[in-house]
């Protein structure tokens, strides 16, 4: 299983997910959601991506460290004000959301299983190693930022 630590990008995860939730969407009837509520939820769960993904990059360009998910290594610094001191990681639950969005969209019970998937899928496969990563990397200064705020919200 730890072959697929820090292999996969999280965006390709999340499209993968995309992927096989549209397909099982066509597979189950439709929820029911009337219009309004269905739209309603796309549109903040989409707005909920953004308000937390666009900080965060932009965080992580303002630092001139890497976005790569996959060469933790790279990191040259740690990110921990704006965003970054409500979630450790912003860019992960605004792929979340954006799954989130999807569901509404393809408006299937089925759907809700996939960002619950990704969620899982990345804590255990890219969030975990990334922590072991910044520790090594960044010690005591990410041990008591890690302590101080959560992992997802």
């Known amino acids: 299983m730890n072959a697929l630590e820090n292999r996969i990008p999280p965006p390709l995860v999340m499209v993968l997910v995309a992927a096989v939730m549209w397909g099982a969407s066509a597979l189950s009837p439709p929820s029911g959601a009337s219009g309004g509520l269905r739209w309603g939820l796309v549109v903040v769960f989409f707005l909920f991506a953004a308000l937390f993904g666009a900080p965060a990059v932009r ?6 460290t890497t976005i790569d998910p996959i060469h ?43 960002p619950l998937a990704f969620a899982l899928f ?30 997802w919200l």
């Open 59 to 64: 965080a992580f360009v303002k630092a001139r």
């Open 72 to 114: 933790v290594d790279r990191a040259s610094s740690l990110v921990t004000t704006g965003i970054y001191g409500f979630t450790r990681n912003p860019m992960y639950v605004a792929m979340t959301a954006l799954l989130l969005s999807w569901a509404a969209y393809l408006e299937s019970p089925w759907g809700l299983v996939g």
């Open 122 to 151: 990345i804590t255990r496969f890219q969030i975990g190693p990334e922590e072991r990563a910044m520790a090594a990397k960044f010690g005591a200064d990410f041990l008591t930022y890690k302590g101080r705020v959560r992992r």
